[in-house]
């Protein structure tokens, strides 16, 4: 179950004590502010994380690292080691916001390597594509964005 279905059952999760913990505050506040939407805790239980993050009332500010190949320069490993570097110093949660490239192995390898909240911006490959598909962004079709 996710933290939310859990948080409207009034049941605390491991994660929300975790957070708890982290932010000192009580598991109880953390579970009723991501029932009422207030706090969330980004977890997917598809990707393992080494710790989870509260982001929202009264937890602490988090540090965002943003990676991302462009048109000008793709290079996987350097982002990777942009991704060790971020980790290393500190960094709460990663956005990749990559370009160029083979996007889908760009996310992948990053995602695997990625112990923390991580986040992309689909729309992105979706106007990448439909350019080279159809020749401009306003002729992307809906089936690329759902």
């Known amino acids: ?3 939310l279905t859990e948080a409207k059952k009034g049941r605390i999760t491991p994660e ?3 957070v708890a913990k982290e932010e ?3 598991p109880e506040f953390i579970r009723e502010n991501i029932a009422c939407g207030e706090i969330i805790i980004p977890k997917n239980v598809k990707h393992s994380l080494t710790c989870c993050k509260a982001i ?6 988090k540090v965002n690292t943003n990676i991302g190949t462009s048109t000008d320069y793709v290079a996987l490993d350097h982002e990777l080691k942009k991704l060790r570097v971020a980790i290393e110093a500190g960094t709460d949660a ?3 916001l990559s370009t160029a490239g083979d996007l889908d192995k760009i996310r992948g390898s990053i ?3 990625c112990p923390l909240p991580l986040g992309t911006v689909p ?3 979706a106007a990448i594509e439909s350019i080279a598909e159809e020749g401009a962004l306003i002729k992307m079709k809906k089936d690329k964005i759902f």
């Open 56 to 61: 929202g009332k009264k937890t602490k500010t």
């Open 24 to 26: 000192g505050l009580a």
């Open 94 to 96: 990663v956005m990749d």
């Open 16 to 18: 929300m004590r975790e």
């Open 1 to 3: 179950m996710g933290q």
């Open 123 to 125: 729309i992105y490959q």
């Open 111 to 113: 995602l695997r390597a």
